[in-house]
Structure formats: C-alpha cells, structure tokens
T-cell receptor, first 117, second 109 residues
Framework: GAVVSQHPSWVICKSGTSVKIECRSLDFQATTMFWYRQFPKQSLMLMATSNEGSKATYEQGVEKDKFLINHASLTLSTLTVTSAHPEDSSFYIC?????????????FGEGSRLTVL | GQNIDQPTEMTATEGAIVQINCTYQTSGFNGLFWYQQHAGEAPTFLSYNVLDGLEEKGRFSSFLSRSKGYSYLLLKELQMKDSASYLCAVQDSNYQLIWGAGTKLIIKP
C-alpha cells in the first residue's frame, strides 16, 4: 500500500527555536496534503490544507505565521513551527491524498511528537 | 454547525462482536471514513463508505445510511490487539475531513 513518512518522529527543542517537520509520500504523488495536531486524549484537529505549488489554506484559529507550510513538490510538504513555545508541544500528523482527485484515499504519516522545553 | 457523535468508550470481550456507532451532521457529504488509532501512533485507515450499505473487509465491516446520517463499524472475533481508539470522520462538501472524538475500545480477556 501507499506509504507516507514523517521526519523527525520525535523532536525536543528549546523555547524560541524553530522546528521543521517533513511529510513525504514515498510511492505516490499527492497534490493535497493535510496537517493535523492532536492533543492528548483528543481527536485530530485539522490545521491546514496544503496544495502543491500554492499557498496553504489554514483553519480558523491557526496562526499561519507561526505554522509555516510549504508544499514544493508532489511528494513533500513541510510544517515549520516558528519560535516554538511549550504550549506548541503536541503530536503533529500529516496525511496525503493519493492522486489529484478530491476523492482519493488518504494515507497518514506516523506522526511527529514535538516537545518544547 | 458540523458535528460527529460517537461513544466515548466501549468495553467488549475477546472473541466477541462489537458495534461502534457514529452519527453525523455536516455541510454536504462526500464519504465517511473509519480509522483505528493505537495510543501514541497515527491513525490507520480501516474503511471508506460513500454509498449506503455494508462494506466488509475481513473481521471489520462498516455500514452507512446517508438518509439517517448514521454509520457503524462492526468488529468480529475481537482480539486483544483491537484495543484502540476508533475514529469516525466525514468528508464534507469541500472534501475536508470532520473528525469525531473517537471511541476508546477496551478488550477484556
């Protein structure tokens, strides 16, 4: 089946630094990728929709200047948490939609756990 | 507003059958997904329903009734490894996923 890989899977950083998380579709092309955040014992919260070659669409309440998303190719999207603070500590998950259709199946990355000290 | 409802927690016995229900109210409908999520891991895809009826995949089956805004996930021959959270998600008219809070399934020997 299709594979989506996230890197790093675990990152610890100091407050004020920036962290970049990569999401790659390894064996398929993905025009659209999604970034989610999951707080403990809560469901996934969609942060933004990333479309290849265009600006990401952010959900209400998500700071686009803090969570920078880049989708430069059909197999790679990146999420950069800028000037991270302890409240940004969370599990960040990406998913990629296979193909170019809006009905393509979604495949999830393994997730990246961010801890900000 | 958009809303997905599913039970918070369910308990079942190893070898038995369990049905996890999901009701939804969304702006448009373009399919319903079920995902399994073990603690600390990303969700894994289980099923996708866009037409009414039952979809069977091995021990797991998923049912959809669009007129009732209702779906269920049926797990047969439960195994201890099925202990996980099960997330129901609906794709709305903009093809964005609206997530339920998940149902924590506890399997007892």
């Amino acid at each position: 089946g299709a594979v989506v890989s996230q890197h790093p899977s675990w990152v610890i950083c100091k407050s004020g630094t920036s962290v970049k998380i990569e999401c790659r579709s390894l064996d398929f092309q993905a025009t659209t990728m999604f970034w989610y955040r999951q707080f403990p014992k809560q469901s996934l919260m969609l942060m933004a929709t990333s479309n290849e070659g265009s600006k990401a669409t952010y959900e209400q309440g998500v700071e686009k200047d803090k969570f920078l998303i880049n989708h430069a190719s059909l197999t790679l999207s990146t999420l950069t948490v800028t000037s991270a603070h302890p409240e940004d500590s969370s599990f960040y998950i990406c998913s990629a939609r296979k193909g170019t259709s809006d009905t393509g199946e979604l495949f999830f990355g393994e997730g990246s756990r961010l801890t900000v000290l | 507003g958009q809303n997905i409802d599913q039970p918070t927690e369910m308990t079942a016995t190893e070898g038995a059958i369990v049905q996890i229900n999901c009701t939804y109210q969304t702006s448009g409908f373009n399919g319903l997904f079920w995902y399994q999520q073990h603690a600390g891991e990303a969700p894994t895809f289980l099923s996708y329903n866009v037409l009414d009826g039952l979809e069977e995949k091995g021990r797991f089956s998923s049912f959809l009734s669009r007129s009732k805004g209702y779906s269920y996930l049926l797990l047969k021959e439960l195994q201890m490894k099925d202990s996980a959270s099960y997330l129901c998600a609906v794709q709305d008219s903009n093809y964005q996923l609206i997530w339920g809070a998940g149902t924590k399934l506890i399997i007892k020997p």
